[in-house]
């Protein structure tokens, strides 16, 4: 394959560049795609493109993440407009008294949902938004809370999908007899994810204040306006003069979602498809809502969802292009020097941080580096469960950070702002914790 060295960075740049310019995520994208496919082959730029799209759209993990928020879509449109989610919200603001107490149930809401980040986001955003909204707390700042609790949570957690994932991943390249042993082990060296959950608490105690444009969102919730401009929430939205129905038809569904998302073995698509059965049982049983009502809502809650497929459709594509122009292996090959065994933890941290970033491959990219990454920490006589911890907090980071990753945009969805806004608003907390866990990896590697 041919190697485009230091100008396979070119279709990033590009994306990052137009994504500040003009805060549209999914144009921002397909142009980074566009220039990479010319850098490629300026004569086959419409052939490659639509292979390339069309290889996506069949891939099995794109098609499971359009099923998984669609329906999930239909799910929360389903709870608004039954008035589920005005029955939490009225529980919960009865318990919830002021804004840093609202911020922190937010918080630990997130730490007790740790199975799946995909859940995480989508679920805390939507039962939380009427409750903070009542408090004069941004959108914005609601997603950052949100966020911060679904990756870098769930890696901690040994029986989460991310857990799942990465100790089979470890398993395959031949580094340990048990992938899960060794995960567990790089638990306590997940430096980012610890600090990233940390800082969250103190930025919802005020102990950590509101910086750049988070401290402008708030300011903007404080006069009344805790939805950003331009946003347009009312497809999750109800009448609030509605009677409330009994908080079990609340509470049920998303029981319903979390237990057969473990019970078959940490899969969201079969969780949320039983969790969609139990709540359309439930609207027949109490003659919530018409028949005609019910599907079109179910319907709506799905539409609501194309904007954010749409940005991981066209994130997905890019990955593709950057993978022709061998991004990946071009950066590893240049801090590959830099790799003694006291370094190695935070080069690997910085570099592999940066190309999930990049490229928003928060699973795919690492089935590529391990392969390279490991057997060299294996001959320079590395602490390998550091290393390993230092892999997945680039993961981690990758997810949290990324304005057009799954998480950010699921986040921002749920949360009822733009990817670019929330994005931009934590990206002053995330710098926080990517530097304090880089410190860290430096001190811990050179013990």
């Known amino acids: 394959m041919e190697t485009y060295g230091a100008w396979s960075l070119i279709p990033t740049l590009v994306v990052l560049g137009m994504a500040l310019l003009t805060r549209r995520t999914i144009e921002s994208l397909l142009a980074g795609t566009v220039v990479g496919l010319l850098m490629v082959d300026p004569t086959s730029v419409v052939t490659q493109g639509s292979n390339i799209l069309l290889g996506v759209l069949g891939n099995d993990t794109v098609t499971w993440i359009i099923l998984v928020c669609g329906l999930f879509g239909s799910l929360i449109a389903l709870l608004v407009k039954t008035g589920g989610v005005l029955s939490f919200g009225d529980t919960m603001t009865r318990r919830i008294h002021g804004k840093h107490h609202s911020l922190l149930a937010t918080w630990v809401l997130g730490l007790i949902i740790f ?21 004069g707390i941004s959108r914005e700042k609601l997603a950052y809370i949100v966020d911060s609790t679904a990756a870098p949570v769930c890696i901690l957690v040994p029986f989460s999908t991310w857990a799942v994932f990465f100790g089979g991943l470890l398993e395959e390249n031949n580094v340990t007899g048990n992938g899960m042993g060794l995960y567990i082990e790089a638990i306590p060296y997940m430096f980012y994810a610890w600090v990233a959950a940390a800082i969250v ?25 805790p939805i950003p401009e331009g946003v347009d929430d009312d497809t999750l939205e109800v009448d609030e003069s509605k009677p409330r129905p009994h908080l079990i038809n609340f509470l049920l569904p998303i029981a319903t979602l979390i237990f057969f998302t473990w019970y078959f073995d940490i899969d969201i698509l079969r969780g949320v498809i039983v969790s969609l059965i139990v709540l359309l049982v439930m609207i027949g049983a109490q003659r919530l809502l018409s028949f005609n009502e019910t599907f079109d809502t179910a319907l709506d809650g799905f539409k609501a969802m194309i904007m954010p497929l749409g940005t991981l459709v066209a994130g997905f594509t890019l990955k593709e292009v950057n993978d022709l122009l061998g991004l990946t292996d071009f950066v590893i090959a240049t801090v590959q020097p830099l790799m003694t065994p006291g370094m190695l933890p935070a ?61 950010t945009v699921l986040s921002a969805q749920g949360s009822g702002c733009t990817p670019m806004a929330h994005a931009l608003t934590q990206l002053p907390y995330v710098l926080i914790a990517a530097t304090i866990a880089t410190g860290v990896f430096l001190v811990v590697g050179h013990l």
């Open 347 to 407: 080069v690997v941290f910085v570099t592999m941080a940066f190309l999930a970033f990049a490229t928003a491959s928060f699973w795919g990219l690492f089935a590529v580096a391990m392969p390279i990454v490991l057997p060299l920490a294996m001959s320079v006589d590395a602490n390998m469960p550091l290393v390993v911890g230092a892999l997945i907090s680039a993961s981690a980071f990758g997810s949290h950070a990324c304005f057009y990753g799954d998480s």
């Open 201 to 225: 608490p103190l930025v919802a105690l005020g102990w950590i204040p509101d910086i750049g444009p988070m401290k402008t969102a708030e300011a903007r919730a404080a006069g009344g306006q």
């Open 115 to 135: 199975v799946d980040d995909y859940l995480n986001a989508l679920t805390i955003s939507s039962s939380m938004k009427k409750i903070t909204d009542r408090f």
